[in-house]
């Protein structure tokens, strides 16, 4: 056991004194928690417009106005002709442009119905989308208020209530997903590397010349990336709670529990990385094909999976962040216990031994 | 430049020798080009429904139908009971619960008024907000089939209406995939470029053939240009594979010209080559130089505008995209693939990207003289 601590003790000293890394694996979390929380929206605010008013008149005008002052929109240019829309488009600045026909105040008095357009740019779907739906919601509700809120028959009124995150904010959906990308780049990749490297430059072979199992040598390495993960947890749950205001609903044992279960399926992915790795360049590359890109893409954090074709959501069973990330979401904001989540936790669990038992298999091989 | 080429082709065969650089070099593009743009659809369908109804009437029965012949949702539950839905939502089995009240239909019948009530897991925000406004608008699509069974509107009629019409240029089909793949391109380049070089100079430090290098009359200059240009070729080689891929799976052709995207990609490669021999600089070992690039690159493409537009982030992160050489060429991709733009509109950010390069290559070559000075 002295042996095995004293191991530890040089893989601590390994990573302390390059202050380099320390200070990225210890701020990657810091900066990743505030761009994902400040940066990163896709809410609409003072979006610059554009208008081709051809009527000019009372209702145009008032309705403009309404537009200009809701906090979605400000109006940036006033257009003269059709053609200036294919411009100002080009130029990438402006994305939404609202076209009023002549006679707009004349139509909407003598036949009770006008035309309003809306031309946007959708080259990215997404914000046209969601411009689109806010102008719409807007002339709408200008239209409620001249018809001075007529109360029409069977009317059926909807009651909405947001669940969970009644603000809708986006730090909710994301502070579970960079849990899962930190204790991944952390646990997987800086294990998996340091073990190669040993292997590189040869100080493994002497390693595996003392009197330790080798076994033992592999974990001593990765003791020291567990409680950084620790840390790196400690952080983000800090930050997420007092800076960002997201609460942690329930029990924070049971978070703490499910994330060193998590932790340990990284390393122990690491650990199976490193035994099929022989230089660092092919450790680093298969961390980020094999898990880095699909914990990004596949774990439902940035893009829903319900949302990918078949095939995309098969795979994505295999992605162990994307069991974590849906636990972290149930314990941290829903409160959920572990009966809810059970399933989850057994599925990580048995990826574990797997990959562990993978490696060690690997491992005792190299060594024969 | 004898000596550059004798470099260039021991650089050459070094790179094409590594079966772990080829294999980044040509997997990569291919395995994020066919996957990545089908999972980075944010177009909301299929959203999980959960109803609790507790009217069962033929209205109730009727709207129900509805909603699921819409295609954008999916009923995995129905029970009298809003308890038992919430449980749904609970275990991730719905996203929405509709819930019909009692005697719904005799309210809507009799006193002109119905109400209903919807909840929303919104942890999602964008999710949550994009199905209550799909579902919403189908009850009131419903409410106005209703009302014209029940009434006979007069030929004129009564109600104010402002109808609104819109429409979408440069994409008409709101296809997401030409809006991913482009991006996506960027994204590769930039990896190729600066993440490589800056492991395969650091590579040259650890092993200590740098040393071997530096003992030799080969100046600073023709290493560098030695390291540089191998890699210059493959990110062009690497952005004409996407490109390939981009128009043999996706049938994407940019509506601009290939000349401006080209040009465009070439001077940027400099500047990321640049950036990655700037990290080299400063890393000692590779372990360093990957932490280092790969933070430096998740700021860049996360403020990049590849995933969330640049518009909707406040002010401090605007301007940070300024310095930002990844967000102005998935700017410019984007204007030249969709909307066809030409040299005229892109030409503030192509003289950007000429200083980004000037500014990186000349830090990390001033940086270099101090350390082996």
């Known amino acids: ?368 | 430049m004898r000596t550059l080429r004798f470099l260039l082709e021991k650089e050459f065969r070094q790179i094409l020798r590594d079966p772990a650089i080829l294999r980044i070099i040509f997997i990569m593009p291919v395995i994020q080009l066919l996957i990545l743009p089908w999972a980075a659809d944010y177009e909301i369908k299929n959203i999980k429904l959960a109803v609790a109804d507790h009217d069962h009437s033929e209205y109730s029965r009727q709207l129900i139908n509805k909603v699921t012949a819409s295609g954008y949702f999916i009923l995995t539950n129905y029970s009298g009971s809003y308890k038992n839905a919430m449980t749904q939502v609970e275990h991730d089995n719905a996203d929405l619960i509709l819930e019909i009240p009692a005697s719904f239909e005799k309210n809507l019948v009799k006193e002109d008024e119905a109400k209903l009530f919807l909840a929303v897991n919104a942890i999602n925000g964008v999710k949550a907000g994009l199905g209550s406004a799909y579902l919403q608008s189908i009850i009131h699509d419903y409410n106005g089939e209703v009302r014209t069974e029940w009434i006979q509107f007069p030929r004129f009629s009564p109600e104010t209406n402002i109808e609104v019409v819109s429409s979408n240029w440069f994409n008409p089909l709101m296809n997401y995939k030409i809006f991913m793949v482009p991006g996506i391109l960027v994204l590769l380049l930039t990896m190729v470029g600066a993440n490589l070089t800056a492991i395969n100079i650091v590579k040259e430090k650890e092993i200590g053939t740098i040393e071997q290098i530096n003992v030799t009359p080969v100046k600073k200059y023709h290493f560098i240009l030695g390291k540089l240009i191998p890699f210059w070729v493959l990110g062009l080689l690497v952005f004409s594979i996407g490109f390939a891929i981009a128009w043999l799976v996706y049938g994407i052709v940019p509506a601009g010209s290939f000349f401006t995207i080209y040009l465009f990609a070439a001077v940027y490669l400099l500047a990321v080559l640049g950036l990655g021999l700037l990290i080299s600089t400063y890393a000692n070992n590779q372990q360093q130089a990957m932490l280092i690039s790969f933070f430096i690159m998740m700021i860049f493409v996360l403020l990049g505008g590849l995933y969330t537009s640049i518009d909707s982030m406040p002010g401090w992160a605007k301007m940070l995209t300024k310095f930002n050489p990844v967000s102005y060429f998935i700017d410019v991709i984007r204007m030249v693939v969709l909307k066809g733009s030409g040299l005229a509109d892109i030409k503030f950010q192509l003289l950007s990207i000429i200083g980004f390069a000037v500014v990186f290559n000349g830090w990390a070559v001033l940086n270099y003289r101090k350390r082996s000075g």
């Open chain 1, 1 to 368: 056991m002295k042996q095995f601590f004293s191991f530890v003790k040089k893989e601590f000293y390994h990573i302390f004194r390059d202050k380099r890394t320390m200070f990225i694996l210890l701020g990657m979390p810091i900066v990743q928690i505030i761009i994902f929380g400040f940066a990163l929206t896709n809410e609409v605010k003072n979006s610059g417009i554009a208008v081709f008013d051809q009527s000019q008149d009372v209702a145009s005008r008032s309705l403009i106005a309404e537009i200009d002052a809701s906090s979605y929109f400000d109006v940036k240019k006033v257009l003269s002709s059709y053609k200036e829309i294919d411009k100002i488009f080009k130029e990438g600045k402006i994305k939404l442009a609202i076209v009023l026909p002549p006679h707009f105040n004349e139509d909407l008095l003598h036949f009770n119905k006008a035309q309003v357009q809306l031309i946007a740019d959708a080259s990215d779907p997404n914000v046209a989308n969601t411009l689109t739906n806010y102008a719409t919601a807007i002339i709408m509700d200008y239209q409620q208020r001249i018809t001075n809120d007529r109360k029409l028959p069977y009317t059926i009124d909807t009651e909405m209530k947001m669940l969970y995150n009644p603000e809708l904010k986006g730090a909710y959906n994301f502070v579970p997903g960079v849990m899962a990308m930190v204790l991944l780049l952390v646990c997987t990749m800086m294990t998996a590397i340091t073990i190669v490297k040993e292997k590189e430059l040869g100080t493994m072979e002497v390693m595996l010349v003392s009197p330790m199992k080798p076994l033992m040598v592999v974990i001593a390495k990765a003791v020291p990336y567990l409680m950084l993960s620790v840390i790196n947890i400690g952080s983000i749950l800090l930050l997420s709670v007092f800076v960002l205001g997201v609460p942690i609903k329930g029990s924070l044992t049971l978070l703490a529990f499910e994330s060193i279960l998590f932790t340990l399926v990284s390393l122990s992915l690491g650990l199976l990385i490193s035994s099929a790795s022989e230089s660092q360049q092919t450790a680093m590359f298969i961390s980020l094909v094999a898990l880095f890109l699909p914990t990004v893409m596949l774990s439902g954090f940035m893009f829903p999976v319900e949302n990918m074709p078949l095939p995309l959501r098969v795979v994505s069973n295999i992605v162990p962040a994307k069991w974590y990330y849906t636990i972290v979401k149930s314990v941290m904001l829903k409160g959920s216990g572990f009966l809810i989540i059970w399933k989850e936790t057994l599925i990580l669990a048995g990826m574990m031994f797997f990959f562990l038992a993978l490696a060690i298999k690997n491992f005792k091989i190299r060594l024969a």
